[in-house]
């Protein structure tokens, strides 16, 4: 069952978990790393598998042992049908020195638009990005179904050579894995291809209207021997970064046939990639900014409440409290988006690197031949700006957690303060009860003594008369002694047991215990 939402009627934010991780994973039966099934021979062979070693790792073309691994991890996801829509929607861009044209796809134009993927010529370096969203769906693996059918997902694996590692991405995997890098050669050292994949961080803080949503999946295949570099993005439709980069592409794309010049194009393999970080990397100054200004808002808050004459209102001392925790979260938060685009940037200049070391003699347009190399120093200088740009964010967001730990502290100092000053006044009043009790303890002591003996006198048991100057003792006087000495024995017994219950049981227990042992051993040593 799932956990019940929290809400801390300060903020409104709800949620159900502490993240979409924890959300998939509760309740569920800790998946199997390798599904084999297994029969009264041992466990079943694995030529039942769609995909073979070269299909599901491109930096390798032999059988192995690691490509057995991720094919069946690859047959897992492909086996629950409610992981895929029953047909495929797709928008599709396509891009190649002359135009970008946008393309909606259905199932059919799907399976056709794969299939004519044709080596292109040297004078052309085609793109083609292929956008797919992610649906909530309970059942599926991660709880995310994807816009792609499954035939569209082995076709992607048959026909583009799809590294089947970016499937669990593909499906909405929750838990930000880091960006993968492989790449082929030839024998004589010659790129064959080159894949890079990784999942984008969302720079979201909690609100009213905070949600667990699947992250973004980006992968790109680089076919040196086609010519050819082709685009999977994979998230939540109404993601901030897919929605900004396809208002890109439209502004730059065109449906007709005819190529107008001087449009923008697409002519570098990780340009997609470094385009989609800038735009994330961007997007992220508004949540950051968000942040920032509740920071300040409890900051304040803080300093109005340490700056009253009085005790500072308990309530209000609560609110900022949690106020604060909840910044906290936020916080870390942030920091670790940004340590996960910091780690996608450098895999991305290492990418970078790796293809203009096995590929320096990359094509450029036929007609501005200098144009690949401005392009180059472009990128690397935007990955650079990035790259720096988030390591001064996680320098800011380290010093406002700071800020944050700063006030925390106060608060606790000033609540400490309070409870020192009630617990001061308390004693207080304490003590002035502790004054007055002793005044009726003395008064006590100095009448004890007179009522004690006037009700000894008054009670019948001995008498004198003016006559005589003698006093006569009645015969019932052992009568009260009989009952006064034991009834007063009595409360002394049930007073003490009440005083020192808690230590004679422990020491009952103890008795006991040892009682036990002994026997035991009694046992024993007769054995």
């Known amino acids: 069952m799932p956990a019940p939402p929290v809400d801390t009627s300060l903020t409104g934010y709800k949620s159900g978990s502490v993240d979409r991780q924890d959300d998939i994973y509760r309740n569920r039966e800790r998946p199997q790393p390798y599904p084999i099934v297994q029969n009264d021979s041992g466990f079943e062979s694995a030529t039942h598998l769609r995909f073979n070693n070269s299909s599901t790792s491109s930096s390798s073309s032999s059988p192995s042992l690691l490509g057995l691994a991720n094919s069946l991890k690859g047959e897992a996801l492909l086996s629950n049908d409610f992981n895929f829509a029953s047909k495929s929607v797709v928008d599709c861009y396509e891009s190649d020195f002359r135009s970008i044209k946008r393309r909606h796809l259905d199932e059919s134009s799907f399976q056709k638009c794969l299939s004519s993927l044709a080596p292109a010529s040297q004078d052309q370096s085609p793109h083609r990005v292929l956008l797919f969203a992610l649906d909530t769906a309970e059942d599926a693996t991660y709880r995310a179904r994807s816009s792609f059918s499954k035939a569209a997902v082995e076709a992607l694996i048959y026909n583009c050579d799809m590294n089947i590692l970016f499937l669990p991405d593909l499906l909405g995997r929750p838990n930000y894995w880091c960006p993968e890098l492989y790449s082929s050669s030839s024998s004589d050292g010659t790129l064959k291809s080159i894949d890079f994949f990784c999942q984008q961080p969302r720079f979201v803080i909690h609100g009213p209207n905070f949600v667990q949503r699947s992250p973004l999946s980006i992968y790109m295949r680089y076919d040196a021997v086609k010519n050819l570099t082709y685009y999977i993005i ?231 008369f003016a006559q005589h100057r003698e006093i006569h003792v009645s015969g019932l006087w052992w009568f009260w002694a009989a009952i006064t000495f034991p009834l007063t024995g009595v409360v002394v017994i049930i007073w003490i047991s009440f005083c020192w219950r808690k230590e004679l049981q422990a020491r009952w227990a103890c008795l006991t215990a040892g009682r036990k042992s002994g026997g035991t051993g009694d046992i024993e040593a007769k054995a």
């Open 234 to 464: 994979s998230g939540p439709e109404s993601e901030e970064c897919i929605t900004g980069f396809k208002s890109l592409l439209n502004l730059a794309s065109h449906d007709g046939t005819e190529d107008i010049p001087g449009r923008p194009l697409l002519q570098h393999p990780l340009e997609v990639h470094i385009l989609l970080s800038k735009i994330l990397c961007e997007s992220s100054q508004g949540y950051i900014n968000l942040f920032r200004q509740s920071m300040f808002t409890q900051l304040r808050a803080v300093d109005e409440l340490s700056t009253q004459e009085s005790n500072a209102d308990r309530k209000g001392l609560a609110n900022v409290t949690i106020e604060l925790q909840i910044i906290s979260k936020d916080v870390n938060k942030l920091i670790s988006d940004v340590d996960v685009a910091s780690r996608n940037l450098t895999k991305t200049q290492e990418a970078l690197a790796r293809l203009e070391c096995l590929h320096p003699s990359f094509p450029s347009s036929p007609s501005c031949p200098a144009a690949h190399s401005d392009l180059r120093q472009q990128l690397i200088d935007t990955l650079q700006y990035l790259h720096f740009s988030m390591d001064k964010q996680k320098m800011w967001l380290h010093n406002y957690r700071d800020r944050k730990d700063i006030a925390m502290s106060l608060v606790f100092n000033l609540v400490t303060q309070q409870d020192a000053a009630n617990n001061i006044w308390i004693a207080k009043g304490m003590k002035r009860d502790s004054s007055s009790m002793n005044g009726i303890a003395l008064l006590t002591m100095i009448f004890l003594p007179g009522t004690f003996t006037s009700t000894l006198l008054g009670a019948g048991l001995f008498s004198a």
